[in-house]
């Protein structure tokens, strides 16, 4: 095993299992990296610097293929359905010899970082990959720990990646060739048969979401949150495709982080050290901030070329809808100091409503706000996973369910009482359609979400007036600056109002039926919550 970039030649990988391989290539620059991914032929260079690569078959998760061990540990604690799938330990373990052997004649690339940028949370993580792109990822992805930390580096959490080793379903016990399970007791993740960067990012998210509420009283959290001049913070919560990255990449507040954050009793703090954002459609006009991070560093996944050029077609979504930037969060101008924030003052659940018939904006009560986002209703964007080719409606739990191990009233309860105790103000955005449902209507002007989420940070909409929305309930103001009067109510931009109540019925039914299954543990004032439609 030659070691390479390494200064501290006694640290090896036996710890992880792996006796032998070929070349090991020990926390390699950025640079670096990228020379590797081009001399293998793994990727292009953009001419704004970045790394285009191809990550294959899948260009978005596979949530049928994420599995946890089940073992003394999750037993009880995790909660086992239709998204968290148990894995044998002796599978896990064969699995995972299969890994090892695949990786003993390869050139590995082992990137050393950590999650929570709390001291106190603090998680050492190494991935052991046989792509260097992938340790770029992680190197965009993760905090970056310094040389001295580096030099004395104890891993606390291992992911094996491994995109060109397939599983056989028949006798390694998943689904299909690809798979990311988690080992709570082995404290290691393992990907194999997909190049698709999010699940390595993931795979510790669905860990911290287990480890700190579980373990650590700390609510994690799938959202974005930034810190305005005057030191508020605001925290977004939305599934992929709702707005978090873009929304929170505001030019006029410090971006804390874009995707994922625990909230402790000192405040709010990022687990990452970057940005994973959509580029499909991305334009300078639209989005500045993430327009001009993609540079030298970062990586962009699955785009195309204007022909004739290496310019990158945004517009493209031939390779997929789910197009994506990797960077480090310094490539953002205006970033928090240390990646924390106080405790929110506002908080803005996301949500992209295909229906078309929610307000672009409402006032929550704390009843609704806990009935919203224990129903985390948004719709699955084109392309984010594997099978969905156009919005479909959907509820996701805490606006994270394919992430979170543990029962949803966990982290809802938490939720609650921090909303409680430090009074925050809650606000549900609609980045979806208005005008009518999708294919009918249109997708909300960003330039008015922005206005709009401006006006409830600067506590402008605080003085507003607001009227009730009929069937949900929900306090629409009449009037916000820079946003005409007419889109706030979902109602006037439809031209057929008897389809508007029909489609908002529909939905709320939707709701009511979603519901059913939390309603035995839910107390009654959040039932009461939910829009005043019978369900038939």
């Known amino acids: 095993m030659e070691k390479f970039g390494i200064k501290n030649p006694n640290i090896d990988l036996s710890a992880s299992g792996i006796s032998k391989s070929g070349k090991v290539y020990w926390n390699l620059s950025p640079e670096e990296l990228v020379e590797h991914s081009i001399k293998k032929d793994l990727g292009v260079i953009a001419d704004n610097g970045a790394l285009v690569i191809n990550t294959g078959k899948f260009t978005g998760r ?6 946890i061990v089940r073992d003394e540990i999750t037993e009880k604690s995790v909660d086992w359905g239709d998204i968290n799938f148990p894995f044998e330990t002796k599978k896990f373990t064969q699995l995972k010899e299969k890994i090892i052997a695949y990786f003993a004649d390869k050139e590995l690339y082992v990137h050393d970082g950590y999650a929570c940028a709390d001291e106190q949370y603090k998680m050492n993580i190494r991935l052991i990959a046989e792509f260097p792109w992938s340790n770029q ?20 959490w291992t992911i094996l990646c491994a995109p060109q080793f397939y599983a056989d379903p028949a006798t390694d016990g998943t689904r299909q060739e690809n798979f990311a399970i988690l080992n709570f007791s082995e404290k290691t993740i393992i990907i194999g048969g997909t190049g698709y960067t999010g699940e390595i990012k993931k795979g510790i998210f669905s860990a ?32 992929s495709g709702t707005g978090k990255t873009t929304l929170s990449a505001d030019p006029g507040r410090y971006l804390i982080g874009d995707d994922e954050h625990g909230w402790s009793d000192e405040g709010v703090f990022n687990f990452e050290g970057g940005c994973y954002a959509k580029v499909i459609d991305l334009s300078e006009e639209k989005e500045p901030d993430i327009y001009h991070a993609i540079r030298h560093r970062a990586i962009l996944e699955n785009i195309t070329f204007i022909k004739g050029s290496r310019c990158p077609n945004y517009e493209d979504s031939s390779i997929t809808q789910n197009t994506r930037v990797s960077y480090p969060i310094y490539h953002i101008d205006k970033i928090q100091p240390g990646s924390k924030g106080e405790h929110p003052k ?18 929550l009560t704390p009843a609704q706000a806990m ?80 206005a709009m989420v401006t ?38 931009t439809w031209e057929d109002k008897t389809a508007y109540e029909q489609k908002a019925n529909e939905l709320a039914n939707a ?26």
């Open 62 to 67: 596979s949530p049928l293929d994420r599995f």
């Open 137 to 156: 990822f992680a190197y965009n992805m993760f905090l970056r720990p310094d040389e001295a930390e580096l030099l004395n580096f104890i891993p606390e």
């Open 208 to 239: 911290l979401n287990f480890i700190l509420p579980h373990q650590k009283g700390v609510l994690s959290m799938h959202c974005s949150a930034n810190v305005g001049e005057e030191g508020d913070t605001a925290v977004f919560f939305g599934l």
């Open 346 to 363: 506002n908080i803005f659940f996301l949500t992209a409503d295909a229906f078309g018939v929610l307000p672009p904006i409402s006032r």
């Open 371 to 450: 009935y919203y986002f224990i129903s985390g209703y948004t719709a699955k964007v084109a392309g984010t996973e594997e099978g969905v080719n156009e919005p479909q409606a959907t509820f996701s739990a805490c606006f994270g369910a394919p992430f979170m191990p543990l029962h949803p009233a966990v982290y809802a309860e938490m939720l609650g009482r921090k909303i409680e105790k430090h009074k925050v103000n809650v606000w549900l955005v609609n980045t979806g359609w208005t005008g009518g449902e999708y294919g009918v209507g249109n997708r909300i002007s960003l330039k008015y979400t922005r």
């Open 455 to 492: 006006a409830a940070l600067s506590g402008e909409l605080n003085s507003a007036s607001y009227e009730r929305h009929s069937v949900f309930g929900l306090d629409m103001p009449q009037s916000c600056p820079g946003v005409p009067s007419g889109v706030l109510n979902p109602k006037s």
């Open 511 to 536: 709701f009511h039926r979603n519901f059913e299954k939390f309603e035995a543990n839910t107390p009654q004032l959040i039932l009461d919550a939910a829009p005043k439609v019978l369900v038939k």
